[in-house]
């Protein structure tokens, strides 16, 4: 039996996830994060096994076969996907919080039905458009594809156990904590 619950925390690319996850790890030292493997190149700042497992999709289609995803899934031209291992390693110590989009939230819940989903929404859609275009690390048209992709995420929010809103960073950590603090402990 492992030890810890498993937090999936979901939310449209630009709505300032990393930065609300930053402050909740932050906060609990008994929480890791489960850090995914992609095909996308690194941002700038990104940290190697930190960020992300970043690898070559042919190392991805090997690890497809080899089954070492508790899930994965493709968006925006890339791979992403849930190392098993490194999941069930990090469970045994304690809850665990991954942060991966709706199609691979409902998968996890699948497989772990206790697993406890938590959405986080920008304030308004106008605002979100903002974040992602003073980003700065994407085409025009890659931004219509993450907008794209942010209203059907958005859309799939309702079948989420919390949402939350980013109206304020500090405010948006404090609400996915007392969840974790319920659920958790
Ligand atoms: P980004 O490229 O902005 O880092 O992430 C794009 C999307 O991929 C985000 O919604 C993020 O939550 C999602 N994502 C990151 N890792 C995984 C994963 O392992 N599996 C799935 N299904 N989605 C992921």
């Known amino acids: 039996m492992s030890k810890g619950r498993l937090f999936v925390i979901s939310g449209a690319s630009g709505v300032g996830k990393s930065t609300v996850l930053g402050k909740v790890m932050g906060a609990r030292n008994d929480l890791s994060f489960s850090v995914s493997a992609t095909t996308r190149p690194p ?8 960020s992300y497992y970043f690898v070559s ?7 497809i076969r080899q089954d070492a995803f508790l899930e994965y899934d493709e968006h925006a031209g890339n791979f992403y996907g849930t190392p098993r291992l490194q999941l069930e390693e990090k469970l045994e110590k304690g809850s665990v919080i991954l942060d991966i989009e709706p199609v691979g939230a409902f998968h996890v819940r699948e497989k772990a039905p206790d697993a ?3 959405f986080v929404m920008p304030p308004t859609r106008t605002e979100l458009e903002h974040r992602l275009r003073t980003r700065g690390d994407t ?15 958005m859309d799939q929010s309702t079948r989420y156990d919390y949402v939350v809103v980013n109206d304020q960073v500090d405010e948006c950590a404090r609400r996915i904590l007392s969840i974790i603090a319920e659920k958790a402990d």
């Open 116 to 118: 406890v989903l938590i």
């Open 43 to 50: 941002r700038p700042g990104e940290v190697e096994g930190k």
């Open 57 to 63: 999709r042919d190392r991805f289609e090997e690890m």
């Open 139 to 153: 085409s025009e048209e890659q931004i219509k594809m993450r907008l794209d992709r942010a209203n059907w995420e």
